[in-house]
């Protein structure tokens, strides 16, 4: 068995947060597209952008720096639960559970006091907050509120645009 020093381990971005962040979404760890271009969300066929023009009215064929501004003024975070991880492809199934490194979320619920909800865009990125943050870290906030939603990725085919776009929804509320 490859110790995790013998893999290649891929890093994720910044958290995009400031203090007046109230609501935080997580990804477990950016695609292969996304590390490419160095920007959440950039598989043209992930949906995430999609769904954000339809709640917020975010032009998703903006720059990406306007489509980060729009987020920020709707007072969204963008953060990925992993820091690190080893992965062959894109798929969140293809995450070496032994080689997850998580970020640093007292840090962030220490500086964004006004995040009061966390929503997962997807499965994994739940599990992965669960089993590494929520069982490790006990200096997280009591207040927050955690909400599983449906992945925006293209590989969860299991339910329509349409569909996700209601279930994503809530975050407006």
């Known amino acids: 068995m490859a110790s995790a020093t013998a893999v290649e381990l891929l890093t994720g971005f910044d958290c995009l947060a400031d203090a007046s962040s109230e609501i935080l979404i997580l990804g477990s760890m950016p695609g292969l597209a996304s590390l490419q ?12 952008w999609t769904i954000m023009q339809a ?13 980060l501004a729009a987020l920020a003024r709707h007072k969204v975070a963008l953060w990925d639960v992993a820091h690190q991880c080893a992965r062959s ?53 009591e207040h927050l509120q955690y909400t ?10 299991a339910i329509t645009l349409s569909q996700k776009i209601t279930a994503w929804r809530q975050i407006c509320s």
């Open 37 to 48: 271009k160095q920007q959440y969300y950039a598989h043209p066929r992930n949906a995430f």
């Open 55 to 67: 709640l917020y009215a975010i032009d998703a064929d903006a720059t990406y720096a306007e489509r």
């Open 89 to 141: 492809g894109s798929l969140d199934a293809d995450i070496q559970a032994d080689t997850v490194q998580v970020n640093d979320f007292s840090r962030l619920f220490d500086s964004c006091r006004d995040i009061s909800r966390v929503y997962f865009n997807g499965g994994k990125a739940a599990a992965l907050y669960k089993k590494h943050v929520l069982k490790a870290e006990n200096q997280l906030p």
């Open 148 to 157: 599983q939603l449906p992945s925006t990725s293209a590989a969860h085919a």
